[in-house]
């Protein structure tokens, strides 16, 4: 049986950069830092199509990199340029603990 665990966003970067990401093209990038409870297994971890971030409800944000924290317990998003006075929704799917546990459904959205 699995065993559920939970997301926590950990912070928000509002440092800006200039990238050497090459879909980004000379454009500030921000951070997103997600911590979870549980190491992570490495399978999808990666995979930009397992994170969703909405700002203000409805307009997807661009995520152009996942860089993995030592220790496998955070994600670090390489994103658009983060828009003061907004608010931002992460939804993370398709991710498992290294036990081979799933995100549960309750678990996987955190709002900052």
């Known amino acids: 049986m699995f065993k559920l665990f939970q997301l926590f ?5 509002l440092v800006t950069f200039s990238s050497e990401i090459s879909a980004q093209q000379n454009n500030d990038t921000s951070k997103v830092l997600v911590k979870f409870n549980e190491p992570m297994s490495h399978d999808g971890i990666y995979n930009i199509d397992n994170y969703l971030i909405l700002r203000d409800e409805t307009t997807p944000v661009e995520i152009f990199k996942v860089g993995v924290v030592p220790g496998d317990t955070a994600v670090v ?3 658009e340029k983060y828009v003061p006075q907004s608010s931002y929704t992460i939804i993370i799917n398709n ?3 290294k036990a081979g546990n799933v995100i549960s459904e309750s678990h996987k959205m955190a709002f900052y």
């Open 9 to 13: 966003i950990l912070s928000i970067f």
């Open 77 to 79: 998003l390489f994103t």
């Open 95 to 97: 991710l498992k603990d």
